[in-house]
């Protein structure tokens, strides 16, 4: 990890550059972010580029409490912008292009379709292109860098993740109270469940990496301290969604990696076992003696989220078949954010599958989970752990709607999960490695032979 830091210093000082421009500069960083895009592209540095774009979601994710970054919040789309100019003026290089984006791309066509009963049309296109874009351009990005970086590409990237886990104490440091809401550990993140899904999904990059290379970490040491960053913070922020995902993920995986018919099998059980669960959910977690990291007192309202699944249940039925494109959820919620703030609510729907379904109807929700499968179909061909992946990660998108969003830090990771499991180039690496004893064999049988005249 010292390596990588000195090997980036370059990009750590445009970073400080963004953050000190967001908080002083204000509307400048519209022109500054994507300035940067550009200059690292004259400059070669590939993977800075999909680093940088992480960190710059991170950032918008961060509470203005802590930090004025709400600059970034929209400046983050002038990115995504500079990323597809890029894309398109370099598009020989990343040819063959990835195949996740053409899986996915009916979903994409039959999202235009409901912007038509969109209450804000601009906003709903803007954010549908943005989707789009992010399953065209990470993919590409991550394949493109991996074939010139290989696994010291994917080592950085772990590294970095690791780096935005480490700033969080840091932080804490300074002011404990930036980095706690409600009593609970968030880190740099807007709120403590944030955190939990960043580490829920970093767990699974560097899991899936681990399984497809078991020596992409140079020793033991190195393996405990990423993990252990991990874990510290999933644990510390106490969220119960993603560390029963982590759990689970742990499950399966070791299941489906002796047999997927075991796997499904025992996530069969699981889903028939889930009822009694939730409903005997407090008298197990007593029984097991961690009610004070559950929090038991709050397990029988589902914090707030029940309430939010039943009313967006009941405006749902307007937009039952179609939709009203992407972020009519938003729209619908904070037209009855007073209602539903007497009722102890401020969140959104808590919900990625109601919130699609609030966006695409239920003829998009079928598209999209439609090509989520067909992916995942295709990666466990590959990569056996592929399904255990997809379960944890269905299970934490039940209680939260980050799944359905292109501009956090959450998705961003399950598209470049989901690359890395399913391009043979990267599941399949071993295969296309150049083998040195067959090119010296080659080159010997092509070698010119001279040929004497007869006598």
Not at 267 to 292: K, M, P, R
């Amino acid at each position: 990890m010292i390596d990588f830091l000195r090997g980036h210093l370059q990009f750590f000082i445009i970073v400080l550059v963004w953050v000190v421009s967001t908080i002083y500069l204000g509307p400048l960083i519209y022109l500054i972010l994507p300035g940067s895009i550009l200059l690292m592209r004259a400059r070669g540095m590939d993977q800075e580029i999909l680093l940088g774009f992480l960190i710059v979601l991170v950032m918008s994710d961060i509470d203005p409490d802590i930090l004025a970054m709400d600059p970034i919040k929209t400046a983050k789309n002038f990115v995504m912008v500079a990323l597809a100019i890029v894309f398109m003026m370099d598009r020989a290089k990343f040819e063959p292009l990835s195949g996740v984006f053409p899986i996915f791309l009916p979903f994409f066509v039959y999202s235009i379709f409901p912007l038509i009963f969109s209450g804000r049309v601009v906003v709903a296109s803007q954010k549908t292109l943005s989707y789009a874009l992010l399953f065209l351009l990470v993919p590409n990005w991550f394949l493109m860098n991996f074939r010139l970086y290989k696994w010291d590409f994917v080592r950085n990237l772990i590294y970095f993740m690791c780096l935005i886990l480490l700033v969080s104490p840091l932080i804490g440091y300074i002011n404990h109270w930036y980095t706690v809401r409600g009593g609970r550990y968030r880190g740099i993140f807007g709120n403590p469940n944030g955190l939990g899904i960043f580490c829920f999904l970093s767990f699974l990059v560097v899991s899936v990496a681990e399984h497809l290379n078991k020596d992409l970490f140079p020793n033991r040491v190195t393996r405990y301290v990423v993990y252990g960053i991990i874990l510290f913070n999933l644990i510390r922020c106490g969220s119960r969604t993603s560390v029963t995902a982590t759990l689970l993920f742990l499950l399966f995986s070791r299941f489906f990696s002796v047999s997927p018919f075991i796997g499904f099998i025992i996530f069969l059980v699981f889903v028939a076992g889930l009822h009694y669960l939730t409903t005997n959910l407090s008298a197990i977690v007593t029984a097991l003696g961690v009610q004070e990291f559950m929090r038991v007192d709050t397990l029988e309202d589902g914090s707030g989220r029940y309430f939010a699944w039943a009313f967006a249940w009941e405006k749902i039925q307007d937009y039952f078949l179609v939709g009203g494109g992407f972020g009519n959820d938003e729209y619908v919620m904070r037209q009855n954010y007073a209602y539903l703030r007497s009722q102890g609510h401020h969140g959104g729907v808590h919900n990625s599958y109601l919130t699609m379904w609030f966006n695409v109807g239920i003829i998009g929700l079928g598209i999209y989970f439609r090509s989520l499968f067909v992916v995942f179909v295709k990666a466990s061909k590959l990569t056996p752990i592929a399904f255990a992946v997809l379960f944890a990660v269905l299970f934490s998108a039940l209680y939260e709607s980050w799944l359905n969003g292109s501009l956090n830090p959450f998705t961003i990771l399950v598209v470049i999960i989901m690359t890395m499991m399913s391009e043979e180039e990267i599941a399949q690496w071993r295969n296309f490695e150049e083998d040195p004893a067959a090119e010296e064999v080659e080159a010997v049988e092509t070698r010119p032979v001279l040929i004497l005249p007869a006598r």
